[in-house]
């Protein structure tokens, strides 16, 4: 699985958007982009993947750029549940194990 | 459609004693997957199991073993426990299609005293 690098945190206002960027510039043609997050002492949670065209769904926006080398994750209107770390991972689909980075700690505040 | 179930989710040992933890995927998903997750280590891949058979296997000792059942799901036994084993076990369960998108539980917190 290629390696990802994100900030190891950042901070956001209640209500504004969250954009989470990712660089994975060793990506290979035939891996995926997946995100995660893990709130504190929970379980890790699929947020969204993409191979190359933007995806969005009802709970995020992936915007991949054309190079495949980085992307961004977009959370549209931040909420206080929206606090925890968030993953990005580069992998294969046939890829049968998931590989946890350090991660993004997000935090929104009121 | 209810999500992974993963029960007991706390539990306490002492060293020496054995557990076993267990999981119940999403309704049709037929592969399991099983983690540690601590704070040191992060998240480590233990093994899959795909229609009752192991299909992967990460690189833990022989004292971790697990099975599926023909309802998919799943159980994960750790005997004679040591204090390293204190973490979060998390199961996850996927189609095991092309997408492989896994979806987690709650986790299991063992703690061993």
């Known amino acids: 699985d290629a390696k990802t690098t994100q900030p190891p945190s950042m901070d956001c206002a209640e209500g504004r958007a969250a954009n989470l960027p990712c660089n994975h510039s060793?990506?290979?043609?035939?891996?995926?982009v997946y995100w995660y997050r893990q709130i504190h002492s929970q379980g890790p949670q699929y947020i969204i993947h993409g191979l190359k065209n933007n995806e969005t769904n009802e709970m995020a926006s992936l915007i991949i750029t054309e190079d495949r080398k980085s992307s961004t994750l977009t959370l549209p209107h931040a909420t206080l549940r929206d606090t925890a770390v968030y993953y990005c991972?580069?992998?294969?689909?046939?890829?049968?194990?998931?590989?946890f980075g350090a991660g993004t700690t997000v935090t929104v505040r009121a | 459609k209810a999500g992974v179930t993963q029960t007991p989710r706390y539990l306490i040992k002492t060293r020496g004693q054995q557990v076993t933890l267990s999981c119940s995927p999403i309704?049709?998903?037929?592969?399991v997957s099983w983690y540690q997750q601590t704070p040191g280590q992060g998240l480590q891949f233990l093994f899959e199991y795909f229609s009752e058979t192991q299909r992967n296997k990460g690189n833990f000792p022989g004292r971790f073993s697990g099975r599926q059942f023909s309802n998919s799901r799943s159980e994960m036994n750790v005997s004679t426990l040591e204090l390293g084993d204190s973490a979060l076990y998390l199961c996850?369960?996927?189609?095991?299609?092309?997408?492989?998108?896994?979806?987690f539980g709650a986790g299991t917190r063992l703690s061993v005293l």
């Open positions: 309704s049709g998903h037929r592969s």
């Open positions: 060793t990506i290979s043609g035939n891996e995926y």
């Open positions: 996850a369960s996927s189609l095991g299609d092309a997408k492989n998108i896994q979806y």
């Open positions: 991972i580069v992998r294969a689909p046939a890829g049968y194990k998931l590989s």
